[in-house]
Structure formats: C-alpha cells, structure tokens
C-alpha cells in the first residue's frame, strides 16, 4: 500500500508564496476587484482545503461591478464593516474574513481593521466573496509589500474563495484547474480577447441570502448527484467550444454553450440527493420569457450561478429592446462603453 | 464485418401474437384502463419503432382515472370521437390512434368507429396516452376474439404507447425492460403488494398541450443531453430501492426515492441542448411549497412526469392537511377508499 502523503495546507501554499511573516510597510493597503460571471462554471472541488477545483472554468468580469477594500492594522480585534456597517463576528461574512486573514497576520495579537464596500449585493449568486477575496488579496498585497505578481495572487486569492482567482483581472478570465496537489498550477490568467460590444445584464430576482451556500451545495451535488459525473468531461467540451467563439467573435456559440453550461450545472443540483433547488417561480419565468424573446429572432442569452438571479448575455444592438423587456435589468459594458 | 439483421417492425410484433389478420367476432369491443404515474420513470428508447426502453420502470395505477374505448366496424372511414366530440382527421391523437389501428384492419377497406372517453385531461403530463392505447388493446382483444393473456396484452400495447404496456393493471406494476430484438420479454406485470393508505394528489397546473410531446423530449435528451449517460444505472438503483421500500411498506423511503428519480429524469431534460423545460413558475412554487411543508414534519413528496404538473404522494393520515394546503388537488386511492 503506497504511503498517504500528508495534506498540504493553506498555510503552506502562504508560506511558499509570501514567506516568513512580516510587519505591515504601509499605513494602509486599498484595493477594487470586479465581480466575475462563469461562462463555463466551476462546480466541485478536487481539494477542499486548498480550494481546487475538478475542472478549469472560463468568466467574464464585472467591469466597476465588485468590491473595495481598505486595509489598516488595529490594535485589540478585527475591527470588519460591509457598506458601512459594523458587523457582528457571529456573521459568515467575519468568519469566513478572519479564517483568511488568520493566514497572513505577522503576529497573533496583530489585528485588522478592514472596511469592504460592495457594489453588488452579497451572498446572492452574485460573486460577492470572488470579488471580496482578491480585493482583500491586493489589499494585503499592499500592506504588507509583497510585491507579488498576478499569479501568485490569484492562487492566494483562491485560497479565500475559488472563484477569487478570476477577479483578479478584467474582461474574460480563464482558471486553470491544474493537477499539482500544492495547487501552484491551478490559477487564473485573462484571455487576450476585447469584445467592446458584449453586454451583460443582471436580473435580481432576490437578493435575499441564499438557502444553501455553494460550497455546501458543490459538496452535496459532487457527493450525491448521480449525473455530477457526467459534468466534467462536459465541461472540456464546453470550455473549447466557449474559447472558440471569444475567438471568432461569434456570440451566438458564446451564448449557447453559456446558457448550456450554467443549465447543465443545475441539472447536477437538482438530481442532487436532496436536490439542490436554487430557482425561484420568478427564475423560471424570466427564462420563459428570455427563450421567447429568443424564437422571435433576439440573441439573447442566459446564465446562472448559484442562486435564483441570472444574468443575460447580449450584444449593445439588442440593449434598448432589452432593457424595454426587462425594465429592472441592470445592464454592464464587460469592456466599456 | 457482422451483417446487420433486418429491423423487426410492429406489423412482425403483431403477427407473432396474434397470427393472421381475421375479421372481428363482436359486434363491438370495449373497456377500460387505468392511467399510471410512474415512480421510477421510463425515459429513453432503445427501439424506436417498438417502443423498447432502456430501463425498466414501476408505476402506479390511478384506480378509476383513465380511458374507456368502445370499438366498432364502420363503413368507408375511421370515425375517432374523444369525450363525445368527433376529432378531424389532422390531430395528433386521431393520427397516432389510426397508425396503431392500421396493425389490426382485417382488410385495407375495414374501418374503425372508435369512441374514447377519458376521465383525465389528455396530453398533459398524466398519461393519458398510457390508458388510451391499454384501453384500445382490450378493447381490440374483445372485437377480434384473440382471447390473448395480459403478457401478449401489454406487448400489444407498448407498440402503441410505451407506458400503456403498465395500464393494463391496477396497483403497483414493474415494466421490464427486457433484452430481446423483438421485445417479446419488455412486458408489465403486476407487483403483489397492497397498500390501501396510500394517496396520490393529481396538483393539475396547466392542461394545455405540452410544448414538446414525451416521445421527442426522450430523443432529444438521449441524443443531446451530457448528463443522461449517467440514467440508466441510476434507474437501476431507485428501482431496487422503490421494490424494497413497497414491501416494507416504508412510505419515506418509497417517497424520498420517486421524488429523486422524477427530478433526474428532468435534470437531464434541463442539460440537453436545447434545454427541455417543462417545468411552469407554477410548478416550482408547488415543489417548494412541498419542500416546505415537508420541513414542517409532514411526509409528502411529488413526482412529476413530461409535463408541468405535479402529482404528491401521501398517506391517508395527512389527506386533510394536504387538501387544505392545495385545494385543488385531486386525490386518487390506488387501493380503494
């Protein structure tokens, strides 16, 4: 029997990227990540420590749509406020910030006061903690002076929040899954594609906090989902076939095999056992009416995460037809105006 | 290089069990079968013209819902009537129903009078097709005197309808899938269990035609669907589990599995490309007002077959507390009151 080697930890991964521990250089570190959407989503962890996933996966970011965060030290206990507010360490948003924060802090009674500002709401499918993550990420970047290039940054980032890693950068985002088990292979890198045209459009359906956090939901669905095996082979076909038509500029490949992968991700959750049901009536009446408006002749896309928002995929000719159809949306331009 | 076998067609089914075409020994022919919903589904030929599955499958009959046929000769043309009303010769129902007719005219020049009633509502989700082509079956076996068993029966009408091969009894009946070219072992038979406090509750949502008929859905799921690989082991499994939880009478297990195996069934629907949604807004509010209730500490599940509507099962004890809960909901007792 070939001996277990033993697990590799977050700790390491910090260890080999950053170093020793060090002081704070700077008064303060101050950072802006944008939100990401999968085109080609991430579904299931190889390693749940390190945050690896099965397979690679490909987003679109957020353009001004993220999160700023300022770092400063402070003196007593993790002083940590949201839009303003002070919150409570009972919340998951604090715990799941100290337990990263815990990686880097030079000395045990070290303490951060770190204020977050999002521009999107949290915990809602929206990418809020990708976003948060590789905010922090820079901010700790700055504060303590690592220098660190965007590599090694996305791998930390990853360490708070998988899909972290694609925030940071613009427009589209590819995460290699990798296969080293230190996971030094598995980070994220921009596409070298501008698509000045490509929309993308929220539609908050609920902002309210999700049933089912999805790294619970990812646990679950890889656990008891008899299709989940059929999904990563699926997702190879779907990422070729997404990166192709970034290529060719051909937004209805692009969309299709979006609105496919995200569908097919559902798919797993809902023959989850107990399925995993994050659509909401209002959910599926909005891709009703996105797959009506689609057989009256409008490229018009969707996809979803996990939670019961999606987010239309268009180009600016069909925004003001769009944004007439559905008068709530909240349309983003990946790669400005 | 193996020759291909010639394909066997319905016409050979149709010699084999009933031998040469003769005249009918009534005057006229009639009867009645029962609906059934399944509980391990059947999704996915593995022969198109004979209606051979891939899986086996197990159902339940809907006692006193379902078709009643009455056949007679008729001069110069087919003369089709459902719920008293004469149906033009361009519906699909009138069109599926002379295709199977056409296996058993006599003579090219003998026609049918055929008068079909059906207490359910057609093509929405609940099987109508099922009980039709049951009922028809019987009621030919009458008119033309075959005398043949319940096997031949069901054989008979799985070449109508796959499922109607299940209506030809009441209670809990097992599809089997078989392996034979010619589908002489894909036959029904009836499971010997009893279970008078078990309730079902027909949740009807819409009766409007579906969008896309099952017989497609299976097709295009098989042919596009990544996810549908990974159906028939897992029918397999809910199978074995559904037999075991019936002769335990363990009515959450026997719940918990058919909720499951529907909402596979539809998982893989929802990942084929196009996506299959049949699912209603109206629909998910049902589920999850089900989920909810269920939280609640009350035991209720659903199945949901190709179609919007929902079909709850229960025991007797909580029937008061679910027709105050869904007003509408029509409940059916397998077993007798």
Request: with cysteine; hydrophobic share 45%.
């Amino acid at each position: 029997m070939k001996k277990k080697e033993p697990a590799i930890t977050r700790e390491d991964v910090v260890r080999t990227l950053v170093g020793q521990r060090r002081p704070a250089v700077c008064p303060a570190g101050s950072a802006f990540a944008p939100s990401n959407i999968a085109l080609c989503k991430y579904w299931g962890k190889r390693d749940e420590e390190l945050n690896l996933p099965v397979t690679s996966s490909l987003s679109i970011a957020l353009e001004n749509l993220g999160s700023e965060i300022t770092l400063k030290p402070c003196t007593k206990w993790d002083r940590i406020s949201l839009n303003g507010k002070l919150l409570a360490s009972d919340t998951t948003f604090v715990q799941r910030a100290t337990a990263f924060l815990d990686l880097f802090r030079p000395a045990p009674d070290f303490f951060f006061d770190m204020r977050a500002k999002n521009s999107i709401p949290t915990a809602a499918g929206l990418a809020s903690s990708a976003s948060g993550f590789a905010a922090l990420t820079l901010a700790l970047n700055e504060l303590f002076g690592w220098k660190l290039n965007r590599r090694a940054l996305s791998i930390l980032a990853r360490l708070g929040s998988g899909s972290a890693c694609r925030s940071l950068y613009g427009g589209f985002v590819e995460w290699h899954a990798g296969a080293a088990r230190n996971g030094m292979d598995s980070y994220a890198e921009p596409l070298d594609a501008v698509w000045p045209d490509l929309r993308l459009g929220l539609l908050l359906l609920s902002e309210k906090e999700k049933p089912i956090g999805s790294r619970h939901a990812m646990q679950q669905t890889r656990a008891t989902s008899p299709l989940y095996a059929a999904w990563p082979a699926q997702v190879e076909r779907d990422l070729a076939a997404l990166k192709t038509a970034i290529r060719n500029r051909d937004f209805a490949a692009l969309g299709r095999t979006a609105e496919a992968n995200a569908l097919a991700m559902h798919a797993t959750m809902i023959a989850a056992r107990p399925a995993i049901l994050y659509w909401l009536p209002s959910s599926l009446a909005a891709m009703r009416k996105i797959h009506q408006i689609r057989e009256e002749g409008v490229k018009v896309f969707f996809t979803m995460d996990a939670g019961p928002n999606l987010k239309l995929l268009f180009l600016r000719k069909e925004q003001a037809l769009l944004t007439a159809a559905f008068p709530e949306l909240r349309v983003v331009t990946p790669f400005g105006r």
